[in-house]
């Protein structure tokens, strides 16, 4: 990661970030916003003066302003098409749908489209009267597509090639495209057109791959902070995940849209038909379903209201829903990278959500042994348990959740305030003998072996003989002669467990096998010998339960989802009536809610209560399009 905090460091040593005065008036004018966020406004500036960038930005960071301003800044200067490549289709649709709205001249070209509308878009493109278009890298490569640009250049009508999700040219990656590696053929063709890469996914590797695949040798690099303060990471022990899911919707999220990643196509399914039956709206999502209920899926929960999605990790890339208020894991991602990109859903427009895990020594076993089972060979199980380890970690913290993520970015920070170990510091007690204890009650049942085969003890029968418990498999083992055994009558069971876990995920301790024989590590020793103190969180029921305050939203009381500003409840009434009018204009325009105002938006006018075009106009999210075209409208549903 060091190259990454140089890069850092490099660009934040940087000249200033100032943008142009006429892309700030783009900012305010077409998207109604009042400032670019952290490195947007060098960025803008950066490619509006017609320089090569690749920009690194965590989901949510307001990736697509930075090739749309210039986009509409360079077309206003006459330099013709910007030229968006983008894998996903839905995700073109969507962001077209946004533009008209802010009345941008924006299209894209896909298989979705029927040979007139296509041959329509054509049209507009070579008259060179489009700003944005979007299209899949297979459809740019097409020799018709390539004879429109090659038009469109000689007339010096090519402004700009925006490649997103850039990570997608890295076979290293986990969204691997073939198509994305013959992108470089723009660069060979139209070596004078700037060109914008963009990615959420940070590794030192896939960059270097980005680099490389695409030419951008000589592009600046902006790297911005991964930090998305608006999260909160909450990572719990399962103990009943289920239902701790559903007391974390029902107490945090009533009404809300957010996604629940769970690791196989079963269990998505079980827990949105559990989820369903206890009354709330939840849909699965997964690669095993037919592709037109996974489409009709994902579309009710971009544009319906408040729905939850089950479903697995093929659920996500490309989903830019801004008001996703939560992602709960009920299963351990794979690593870092994963647990973050995929928590990284949550919170887009900025306002509070939640990152949530509920987790446990199963997950551990799982993934441990997934990694020990797996195909790959020795190099590439290195790295996953590298990966694996420093998720363990994070999930085991006693410390700043935020700290530990970020650093794992190459990023130093200071503890949040805003995660569970910030708002509730965990007690930790020093388990180092009762990690001994545990440890060389293994050793015994090894060393005990005598006549009878060694035989797969695992959690369970551990448990049985530290707590003293006279169970058939101890008397039939012997157990109950061990120095050992009912050494550990003072802890109770869960303990135990949890102590278990701690220590697989410290390393100090392996599950084995088809039954998670439990066995000594290296670093064991060091413990049996006392060299190693170990600190561990105290126990779940040894904590208070319900430690966790509902959030309090001033006024938010009754049904359905609260307004993300404090109102009073004639304020509350605005904002009920300000959704309601939304809904319809989404209706009648085919687009997600949030594409017309998002909740912020609204919570805004109902708070402040506008009663000119003007009053109006200063809202943030109110640019002069959408002043124009539902202003008076919105000044009579503000009235009431
Ligand atoms: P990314 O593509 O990096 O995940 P987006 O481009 O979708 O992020 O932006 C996330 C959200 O932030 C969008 O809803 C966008 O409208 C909003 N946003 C981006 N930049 C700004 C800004 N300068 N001021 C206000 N809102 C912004
Ligand atoms: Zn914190």
Not at 16 to 35: D, I, M, R, S
Not at 156 to 176: K, M, N, P, R
Not at 407 to 420: K, L, R, T, V
Request: glycine share 10%.
């Amino acid at each position: 990661m060091s190259a990454v905090i140089d890069a850092l460091d490099a660009s934040l040593a940087g000249p200033p970030a100032t943008a142009t005065p006429a892309a700030l008036e783009v900012l305010h004018e077409v998207f109604g916003y009042a400032a670019f966020r952290g490195q947007q406004a060098a960025i803008v500036e950066h490619v509006c003066a017609g320089r090569d960038a690749l920009v690194l930005m965590p989901t949510g960071g307001g990736k697509s302003l930075c090739y749309q301003v210039p986009a509409i800044q360079r077309q206003r200067a006459g330099r013709g098409v910007t030229v968006v490549v983008s894998p996903l289709i839905a995700l073109m649709q969507d962001q077209v749908g946004a533009l008209e709205e802010l009345g941008v001249s924006a299209a894209f070209l896909n298989s979705t489209l029927d040979g007139d509308a296509a041959r329509q878009i054509e049209r507009e493109l070579l008259a060179g009267r489009l700003t944005l278009l979007y299209a899949a890298p297979e459809r740019i490569l097409t020799p018709r597509f390539l004879a429109m640009l090659d038009s469109l250049h000689e007339r010096g009508l090519v402004s700009l090639f925006a490649i997103d999700e850039a990570h997608c040219v890295s076979q290293w990656g986990h969204d691997f495209r073939e198509e994305y590696l013959g992108l470089s053929a723009l660069h060979e063709r139209y070596p004078t057109v700037p060109r914008l890469a963009l990615t959420a996914t940070a590794d030192d590797h896939t960059r270097a791959d980005i680099v490389a695949r695409l030419q951008l040798e000589a592009a600046r690099l902006f790297v911005a902070s991964f930090d998305r303060p608006n999260i909160r990471y909450t990572i719990v022990e399962k103990d009943d995940a289920k239902r701790q899911l559903l007391a974390f919707l029902r107490d945090e999220h009533e009404g809300e849209a957010g996604i629940v990643y769970c690791q196989t196509r079963k269990k998505v399914e079980e827990t949105a038909a559990w989820l369903v039956e206890q009354g709330i709206a939840a849909l699965p999502y997964h690669a095993g379903l037919d592709a037109e209920v996974r489409r009709v899926n994902q579309d009710r929960f971009l544009r319906e209201e408040g729905l939850v999605m089950v479903a697995t990790i093929a659920f996500g890339m490309g989903i830019d829903k801004p008001d996703v208020r939560f992602v709960a894991h009920l299963d351990l991602p794979k690593n870092i990278e994963g647990y973050y990109q995929e928590t990284g859903r949550a919170g887009r427009d900025g306002e509070p959500a939640d990152a949530w895990m509920a987790y446990g020594l199963q997950d551990v076993v799982q993934q441990r042994r997934m990694i020990d089972e797996g195909e790959a060979d020795e190099e590439f199980k290195r790295v996953q348990r590298a990966k694996l380890d420093a998720l363990l970690g994070l999930a085991e913290a006693h410390d700043c959740r935020r700290v530990r993520l970020l650093a794992y970015f190459g990023e130093a920070s200071e503890p949040c305030g805003n995660c569970d170990n910030c708002l509730t510091p965990p007690a930790t007690w020093d388990a180092t003998e009762a990690a001994r204890k545990l440890l060389s009650c293994i050793y015994r049942f090894h060393q005990h072996g005598g006549f009878r085969a060694p035989r797969a003890f695992g959690a369970v029968h551990l448990v049985d003989v530290l707590r003293g418990k006279r169970t058939d498999r101890v008397a039939q083992y012997g157990h109950d002669e061990l120095s050992t055994f009912g050494i550990g009558a003072d802890l109770g069971e869960s303990q135990w467990r949890g102590v278990i876990r701690q220590l697989i995920a410290l390393g100090h301790l392996r599950a084995e096998g088809e039954f998670n024989t439990l066995v000594l590590t290296d670093s064991s020793r060091a413990v049996l010998r006392g060299e190693v103190t170990v600190r561990l969180r105290v126990p779940a029921e040894k904590v208070a339960r319900g430690g966790r305050m509902r959030k309090v939203r001033a006024g938010g009381g009754g049904a359905g989802k609260a307004a993300p500003l404090p109102l009073d409840a004639a304020g509350e009434k605005r904002f009920a009536a300000l959704k309601a009018w939304r809904g319809e204009v989404a209706r009648a325009h085919n687009v997600p809610a949030y594409v017309v105002f998002h909740d912020a938006t609204l919570a805004q006018m109902a708070q402040a209560q506008p009663q000119s075009l003007d009053a109006l106009a200063a809202i943030g999210g109110v640019g002069a399009k959408k002043l124009e075209r539902y202003g008076e409208e919105l000044l009579r549903v503000l009235a009431g």
